[in-house]
């Protein structure tokens, strides 16, 4: 019988605008897998607990809802291999990431979390350069992509915006500063399969792109990660990553990025089989 492969597409609340492209990329994936010879699966997040773990050998999971994690919980219990896995997804939630990536020396701009219930004052935002301007992320690990992220430089409109999301029942928003510099969206894989970087900062500036890659390996890698991407702004002197995310679409890079994370894939069942014949002789 052909080992099994699911495939989880995300929700379309946490990414309306990217629906299309983000069932794309994991579609392209499964069809590597096929091409393979895995039998492969396609499930919506809604769907997952219909399913019983133990029939497929590896779950490729976009999801972010939590009640689909709990369900890729049970997987991974089971002994599957989820990528990315469940808590290396709720490791890139905004009330965790800067903690991880800070922990890891990644270069990030000064943040902090702060609760929407309670008045702030001028001692939350002393750190901060408000004429500059700070954005103001929703933080609760279920946020949706329509909670947008808001640019503020004055401390009214800080407590305006988190007494917004307050109402729409957040509890916490990130308070990052904002930084001067071109903004760059990179895509990566475990294992030093893939990185890139666009626009392509390793082509255009050799010494600051491998820099990037490998500050952002290591986040991946600190974080748990086997695909993922993010955003980072790049000056002359240097880079600060502003975010970071579990399988984004990949959609400039879609082709390239689809056959880096299907042959990481192969590699990592490779090595959990390996493990469990040693294990058993």
């Known amino acids: 019988m052909k080992a099994r492969v699911l495939g989880i597409y995300r929700e379309v609340e946490h990414s309306p605008a990217m629906a299309a492209a983000d069932k794309a990329i994991l579609d392209a994936v499964l069809n590597r897998f096929t091409e393979l010879g895995f039998s492969v699966a396609r499930l ?55 903690a991880g990536l800070s922990r890891r020396g990644v270069p990030v701009p000064p943040g902090k979390l702060i609760e929407t219930a309670r008045p702030i004052d001028e001692r939350d935002v002393a750190g901060f350069d408000l004429k500059r301007g700070v954005f103001v992320k929703p933080a609760d690990p279920e946020a949706l992509a329509s909670h947008a ?52 900062v390793i082509e255009s500036t050799p010494a600051l792109g491998r820099a990037l890659a490998s500050a952002a390996g290591g986040a991946a890698k600190a974080l748990g990660l ?56």
């Not at 490729?60 to 219990?77: I, S, T």
């Not at 800080?158 to 071109?182: C, D, E, H, P, T």
């Not at 579990?246 to 990025?257: E, H, Q």
């Open 44 to 98: 919506a997040p809604t769907q997952v607990a219909e399913v019983e773990p133990r029939t497929f050998v590896l779950v490729l999971a976009m999801c972010k809802n939590n009640h689909a994690l709990q369900r890729l919980a049970v997987f991974e219990r089971e002994g599957v291999l989820v990528i990315n896995s469940t808590l290396a997804i709720r490791n890139c939630c905004r009330d965790l990431l800067d």
């Open 149 to 200: 992220v808001a640019k503020i430089q004055e401390i009214t409109a800080l407590r305006r915006v988190l007494s917004a999301l307050g109402a729409k029942g957040l509890r916490r928003a990130y308070v990052q500063q904002a930084v001067q510099g071109a903004e760059v969206k990179f895509y990566g894989v475990g294992g030093g399969r893939y990185f890139a970087a666009l626009p392509d």
């Open 226 to 281: 086997e695909v993922w991407g993010g955003n980072a702004v790049v000056s002359e002197a240097g880079f600060s990553i502003i975010d970071f995310n579990a399988w984004p679409s990949f959609a400039p890079v879609r082709d390239a990025a689809a056959h880096a994370i299907a042959r990481r894939c192969v590699t990592l069942l490779e090595r959990a089989a390996a493990r469990f014949d040693e294990a058993k002789a």
